[in-house]
């Protein structure tokens, strides 16, 4: 059974840092990219971080570039989301999925499993 399971998140002030992990399971790790996505009350779901299938380079949503940083640990079956520099508006959501289509990586669409998500709180 593919899980995924994200968790880290929590309350922190404005500036604050936080580092979600998504575990994964039941399939080989090293076959598919996993991809950080967030929704906030009212929007729709956004990537905010992934590993492009094109040059497998690192895609940051604008919002997010230069605070975020999206790693792995083959050894562990995780990757990692280092959030620094929290602002108000990174409240949301955040959840990791596994792209199982070859297109943007940014778009919810071409992921398949998706975790439970994390809920971040950024107070000001």
């Known amino acids: 059974e593919v899980q995924l399971v994200e968790s880290g998140g929590g309350l922190v002030q404005a500036g604050g840092s936080l580092r979600l992990s998504c575990a994964v399971s039941?399939?080989?790790?090293?076959?598919?990219?996993i991809g950080w996505f967030r929704q906030a009350p009212g929007k729709k779901r956004e990537g905010v971080s992934c590993?492009?299938?094109?040059?497998?380079?690192?895609y940051y949503a604008d919002s997010v570039k230069g605070r975020f940083t999206f790693s792995s640990d083959y050894a562990k079956n995780t990757v990692y989301l280092q959030m620094n520099s929290l602002k108000p508006e990174d409240t949301a959501i955040y959840y990791c999925?596994?792209?199982?289509?070859?297109?943007?990586?940014?778009?919810?669409?071409?992921?398949?499993?998706w975790g439970q998500g994390t809920q971040v709180t950024v107070s000001s």
């Open positions: 999925a596994r792209q199982y289509y070859s297109g943007s990586c940014y778009y919810p669409n071409s992921y398949d499993y």
């Open positions: 590993i492009r299938s094109t040059d497998g380079s690192t």
């Open positions: 039941g399939y080989t790790f090293e076959a598919y990219r």
